[in-house]
């Protein structure tokens, strides 16, 4: 068989399917139309970033996933099945979980009350606390986490709280993780951390939504991207295929060579900076975009 038969005879790499997949996003504030027509999707054991600018439509289009919004046009499908998503609770029943940036956990209560909040075990009418402790321990211990169940949770850092707000989202059956900002207070060792948690969730297939405006971050851990602007989607692109200053252009729809970007707080008059600068991310190091 010839080389040119070989090829044509070769099997076509098949993508898999979307775990959850958002059709034409379309949400409406009064006059002004938030999210235009945006196509979303995710796919199982990846983790998957939303870049845009402020005013994109990222959270609105997190909003819409997270049954928080109702969308005005545009369909939902979690794997391939059209599903009405009509509020946080009715996501949750889906499988699609949220990390807020702020933790919305109870620090007065124990680690394994936390992880249990709404779901707790009973026996004989009331609360089966040493099976609840147990369930806590196995979660966290799922993720590797040494953290003591019966301890209350304010008596552990932000970044701590964090991981067990995760441990939450994954004691019941998740499919779709959001992640909002999960860096934003964290310093280096406990990013680590919870990258750690996070690659050890794709390792079991869940798709991970991760939000964040530390571009480093995004292309450590991130799989795939899509980019928003002013309520359209610009393109999904694989990480490793979309250069970061490539990137920057598409959030902010100019090309390097119309940049220039200035310290903020300061009046000087702004500074051109090289684009090997540029490509990195500019939330990080504190620039505003000038034209």
């Known amino acids: ?127 089966d606390w040493p099976r609840m402790r147990r369930e806590a321990a196995a979660v966290l211990q799922e993720l590797g986490l040494e953290i003591d169940p019966a301890a209350q949770l304010g008596s552990y850092s932000l970044a701590v709280q964090q991981l067990v707000a995760i441990a939450r989202a994954i004691s019941s059956d998740v499919r779709v993780l959001v992640l909002d900002e999960p860096t934003s207070s964290l310093d280096a060792d406990e ?29 450590e851990i991130c799989d795939r991207i899509t980019v928003l602007r002013d309520g359209h989607q610009i393109g999904e692109y694989l990480t490793t295929e979309l250069l970061r200053i490539d990137l920057v252009q598409k959030m902010l729809g100019k090309d390097a060579s119309d940049l220039t970007v200035r310290p903020r707080g300061f009046a000087e008059a702004p500074v051109a900076m090289p684009s090997s600068r540029l490509a990195r991310s500019l939330a990080d190091f504190g620039f505003a975009v000038s034209t």
């Open 191 to 219: 990013v680590a951390e919870l990258f750690r948690v996070i690659r050890e969730l794709k390792g079991r297939g869940v798709a991970i939504l991760f939000v964040s405006h530390f571009l480093e971050q995004v292309y």
């Open 1 to 127: 068989m010839s080389e040119a038969a070989k090829k044509l005879a070769a099997p076509v790499p098949v993508e898999p399917s979307p775990v959850v997949e958002v059709r034409g996003a379309t949400v409406r504030f009064g006059a002004e139309t938030a999210l235009d027509s945006v196509d979303f999707r995710m796919f199982g054991g990846e983790v998957h970033s939303l870049m845009g600018e402020n005013g994109a439509g990222k959270s609105t289009l997190i909003k819409a996933l997270t049954g928080a919004l109702a969308l005005d046009a545009g369909t939902v499908l979690l794997e391939g099945v059209v599903v009405h998503i009509t509020s946080p609770a009715d996501a949750q029943r889906h499988g699609i979980r949220t990390v807020y940036q702020e933790i919305d956990l109870l620090p007065n209560l124990s680690v394994a009350e936390n992880i249990a909040l709404g779901r707790e075990p009973r026996r004989f009418g009331g609360i």
